[in-house]
């Protein structure tokens, strides 16, 4: 089982440009996150979803668009990448005993 | 107020020693609470999870859950150098809604 992955691991974007941050779970879990990571701050809710076709806005989501067509899925969309979006991207699934288990996450940089 | 706070630290301790980690939350209708360990450039992974009042042993690990006062801790006993990263508080204060503290950075000198 490859649990929880993330692509691409690193991606620099020119402020403007688009982009789709890709996550993927094997564990069958309805409950999926996205989070943002600034350096030496803790994780900020994005988005999240409790299953496939429903999601729903966490703490942070302006910028950020989400989709969930498949209990597997749940790709993160930038549309219009500014600096303040420059962070490390964590997704996350949610199983038994509501533990959250994380990806290796993606570094972003926006110049 | 923050809903989840934690000393960002760093915490530095002699190895050996008994490190005591500590977080409080702001919803007393929260129900579980977790423990993470995050190394430097690398994603959080579970140490510990509560759900009750009292104590939780795990190896070196203890959990610690006073829901009157709104207090989770973590004690490492007999840390090591390898203990030292970043342990991040999280609590699920609604069935969704799962919120970080912003980690205690912890350092074990040898």
């Known amino acids: 089982n490859a649990g929880v992955t993330q692509t691409p691991k690193f991606r620099i974007l020119k402020i403007g440009q688009s982009m789709t941050l890709q996550c993927a779970q094997d564990?069958?879990?309805?409950?999926m996150y996205w989070y943002r990571q600034d350096p030496g701050m803790g994780l900020k809710l994005i988005y999240y979803?409790?299953?496939?076709?429903?999601?729903d806005k966490g703490e942070v989501p302006n910028g950020y668009n989400v989709s969930r067509s498949t209990t597997e899925d749940f790709p993160l969309r930038l549309e219009l990448a500014a600096p303040s979006q420059t962070s490390v991207y964590f997704c996350?699934?949610?199983?038994?005993?509501?533990?959250?288990?994380f990806g290796p996450g993606t570094r972003l940089t926006v110049l | 107020q923050k809903e989840v706070e934690q000393n960002s630290g760093p915490l530095s301790v002699p190895e050996g020693a008994i490190a005591s980690l500590n977080c409080t939350y702001s919803?007393?209708?929260?129900?579980?609470f977790f423990w993470y360990r995050q190394y430097s450039g690398k994603s959080p992974e579970l140490i510990m999870s509560?759900?009750?009042?009292g104590d939780k042993e795990d190896g070196r690990f203890t959990a610690q859950l006073n829901k009157a006062s709104q207090y989770v801790s973590l004690l490492i006993r007999d840390s090591q150098p390898s203990d030292s990263a970043t342990y991040l508080c999280?609590?699920?204060?609604?069935?969704?809604?799962?919120?970080f503290g912003i980690g205690t950075k912890l350092q074990v000198i040898p």
């Open positions: 509560i759900y009750s009042n």
């Open positions: 564990m069958n879990h309805n409950y």
């Open positions: 919803d007393r209708g929260s129900q579980s």
């Open positions: 996350a699934t949610r199983g038994g005993a509501d533990t959250q288990y």
């Open positions: 999280a609590v699920i204060q609604s069935y969704q809604k799962v919120t």
């Open positions: 979803s409790v299953g496939a076709g429903i999601t």
